[in-house]
């Protein structure tokens, strides 16, 4: 599978979190100027994809605000809101309602977080030009780790889509074994995410 928009890629963006740890309301604070969920958008609609969901909890602010920074970026008409109606159960919720929504003839999903805002944007491109050959998934690592986004095949959509608790979607990554495509990289922007509102800096 080439990496381009050609090959009907979309992206994720998971955003339907509580944000607990972080007293709530976490994707709308402001981070480096901007709200935080806008780097994890400035991320999804670098990669080489045709549309962007964004699944969230049914917030209008933060729908409102990632609205906005795609109308800045000139991205709006790629951008979807999806609202995850079972968001308490957990990030397996989420999945499986963004996947329930991608179009019917999509190949591969990126999945990202709305809490990383420094994806570095070469990342998800390196992604799309390592699937395919073999593999149906893939991800960036540094040194022993595995970082995000991770991008998968279609042939991982069923089980995406049966998805339960809030274990995401390591079980499926699990179940790839070698069909897992490794993408090194030595940017940390792949780890770091906001966890709590001392993060912001």
């Known amino acids: 599978m080439a990496g381009s928009e050609s090959t009907r890629l979309e992206a994720i963006v998971l955003a339907a ?3 607990r740890r972080f007293g ?4 709308t604070a402001t981070f480096e100027g901007r709200p935080l969920i806008a780097g994890a958008l400035d991320a999804a609609f670098a990669a080489p994809v045709r549309g962007v969901i964004l699944a969230t909890d049914g917030d209008p602010d ?3 605000a990632a609205q ?4 800045a970026l000139g991205r709006e008409a790629k951008l979807r809101v999806v609202t995850v109606a079972d ?7 989420s999945l499986r309602t963004a996947v329930a929504a ?3 003839d999509t190949d591969g999903v990126f999945v990202f977080l709305g809490d990383m805002p420094r994806i570095p944007p070469a990342v998800p491109r390196a992604l799309a030009a390592a699937l395919g050959d073999g593999f149906d998934a893939a991800a960036p690592r540094l040194g022993a780790q595995r970082g995000h986004p991770v991008l998968f095949a279609r042939r991982h959509f069923a089980a995406l889509l049966g998805l339960t608790g809030d274990l995401g979607a390591q079980g499926v990554l699990a179940r790839s074994g070698t069909r ?3 993408i090194d990289t030595l940017d940390v922007g792949v780890f770091f995410d906001i966890d709590r ?4 800096g």
Not at 197 to 200: A, E
């Open 17 to 19: 979190g509580a944000g």
């Open 24 to 27: 709530g309301r976490k994707l």
């Open 62 to 64: 933060l729908a409102d």
């Open 68 to 71: 906005a920074h795609a109308r």
């Open 87 to 93: 968001a308490a159960d957990g990030m397996g919720a």
């Open 102 to 104: 991608l179009q019917a």
């Open 180 to 182: 897992l495509k490794l």
């Open 197 to 200: 509102r001392k993060d912001l």
